[in-house]
């Protein structure tokens, strides 16, 4: 990782780079060993030439699929595919964005990007995207589970629970249920505090061939299943506001894996608001549906719980730089090796990273990812 | 060249016939359900023989949140997901009643109001 929280002076792809730089050196690699590359971003539509250019790599597998911000855990499985044929023995899966400290600001990329790409039945009417989307979602939710904000906002204080053990997430300070409660109100039912961050970052990791990883100096995490879906793009357009491609993408996960709920030791899922999480431990199966918001709020999820979700701090309090999933990638692979320092929860041998992605929980990654005791 | 003769895809019609202060959707010859929003094939069975209707104009609030805006902006607005009797939902807006009164459930009709001479579909409550 690089640049994570303020990377003032700095260019996205100067970020990306070095956050390139420590993953390669990390593997025990050198920049000349990389043959694969996956990477997108959200201003640029052809952004692996720009990656590659910039690295200076020639390599041999290229994707640049962008399906919102679950595309880092999404790359898994071509990343996968490509190495097991044999087409490159190193991966570099990299992403980094400056979106804070930028001195074109988010607003001018965000109507430039609506320009380009207009969603031209919806946005007559003004929702404040991402976060009216997802309101829209939760207060379905709401109606229909009697889910609470409460309810929400116990994500949001998990989250910064776990930040409070991590000296590298942007958000550390105490939060309570009544400071999420009362704090100033975006788009109803969500406040500030129901919102993930805006930070810069960049984060990347390498992936090879199990035989080849054996040999590196670090211990390597296992990718034991991966299943992506994609259903939707718009909040109008999603057939049932409280069931997300989670679902499916979870199904070909567990699938691949030969692996249930219950094998899992540790979830770390895509909290773009404070409902996503909710949703996700529903769709992929740790509770029924509807559940989702008692689920959390018992506990169970903060440091010391049974099933610990997003140990960094997640989106909501660690790191959000426009797109978070390589972050969750990064966070699993951490705690796979006990390099968490005061937040590293004995004991973790499978970890699940749901990556979400677009307006209205519109694209779905899950992967699960081992130590060699699960092989 | 009149109107009945200018060529248009299905999205430049169904803002014309807006503009013109008209809701139609559309409905797939194959599998008989409404399609929304305006398209060449139908997203239910993939059949490419939809044709327009005129929807009876009643419906209910899906979901339904208030986008927080400062009063100097124009202060707080509706923006909610309608889901018509004909089956198809779409994003709108409930007008003339305070954005925290629609609630889920709100029965409403349509209605096409004309911004900066483009017509546009919005919602009033029962
Ligand atoms: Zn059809």
Redesign the pocket.
């Known amino acids: 990782m690089a640049g994570c929280g303020e990377a003032r002076g700095y260019s996205e792809i100067e970020i990306l780079a070095q956050a390139a730089h420590a993953a390669i050196s990390d593997a025990g690699l050198r920049l000349q060993d990389i043959d694969g590359l996956c990477t997108a971003n959200l201003n640029a539509a052809m952004w692996p030439l720009n990656v590659a250019e910039y690295l200076g790599l020639r390599p041999s597998f290229i994707e640049g699929t962008n399906i919102g911000g679950s595309a880092f855990v999404a790359h898994l499985q071509p990343a996968m595919l490509a190495l097991s044929a044999g087409l490159c023995n190193a991966v570099l899966v990299c992403y980094g964005s400056t979106q804070r400290t930028a001195t074109f600001g988010r607003k001018a990329r965000a109507a430039a990007r609506n320009m380009l790409d207009p969603a031209p039945f919806d946005a007559p009417y003004q929702p404040f995207n991402p976060p009216s989307s997802y309101a829209l979602i939760a207060a379905r939710h709401m109606h229909e589970f009697g889910t609470t904000r409460q309810h929400l906002a116990e994500v949001a204080v998990s989250a910064r629970s776990w930040a409070q053990l991590n000296p590298a997430a942007f958000s550390r300070k105490a939060l309570t249920i009544d400071d999420v409660l009362n704090a100033r109100m975006v788009s109803d039912p969500f406040t500030v505090h129901d919102c993930c961050l805006v930070t810069d970052g960049a984060g990347a990791f390498v992936m090879m061939r199990a035989d080849a990883a054996k040999d590196r100096p670090q211990r390597p995490a296992y990718l034991l299943g991966i299943g992506t879906a994609v259903w939707h793009r718009t909040v109008s357009n999603m057939a049932d506001l409280a069931v997300t491609p989670a679902q499916d993408s979870g199904r070909r996960a567990y699938a691949m894996a030969g692996m249930q709920p219950n094998d899992i030791d540790m979830l770390q899922l895509y909290d773009a608001f404070t409902i996503n999480p909710i949703l996700f431990v529903e769709d992929l199966g740790f509770c029924r549906k509807g559940e989702g918001g008692p689920f959390i709020a018992s506990g169970l999820t903060r440091p010391g719980g049974k099933l610990p979700i997003n140990t960094n701090g997640g989106g909501l309090s660690c790191v959000q730089p426009n797109m978070y999933g390589v972050f969750a990638v990064i966070e699993a692979v951490q705690q796979l090796r006990g390099a968490c320092g005061d937040r590293q929860v004995a004991n973790t041998n499978a970890v699940l990273v749901n990556g979400n992605g677009g307006n209205a929980a519109s694209s779905q990654s899950t992967a699960i990812l081992g130590s060699s005791a699960t092989l | 060249m009149n109107e009945a003769q200018q060529v248009s895809g299905p999205e430049e019609a169904y803002q014309r016939a807006l503009d013109a202060g008209r809701l139609i959707i559309q409905r797939?010859g194959?599998?008989d359900?409404s399609v929304f929003y305006p398209r060449t094939i139908?997203p239910?069975?993939g059949?490419n023989n939809l044709s327009w209707f005129s929807p009876m104009g009643d419906g209910h609030v899906y979901s339904t949140t208030t986008v927080r805006r400062s009063q100097e902006d124009g202060g707080d607005y509706n923006v909610c997901i309608v889901e018509l009797a004909e089956g198809v939902r779409l994003m709108s807006s409930v007008r003339g009643i305070s954005p925290d009164r629609v609630i889920i459930g709100t029965k409403v009709r349509t209605k096409v109001v004309k911004i900066d001479g483009k017509g546009l579909l919005v919602c009033e409550a029962k």
């Open positions: 797939c194959e599998c359900r139908c239910h069975c059949a």
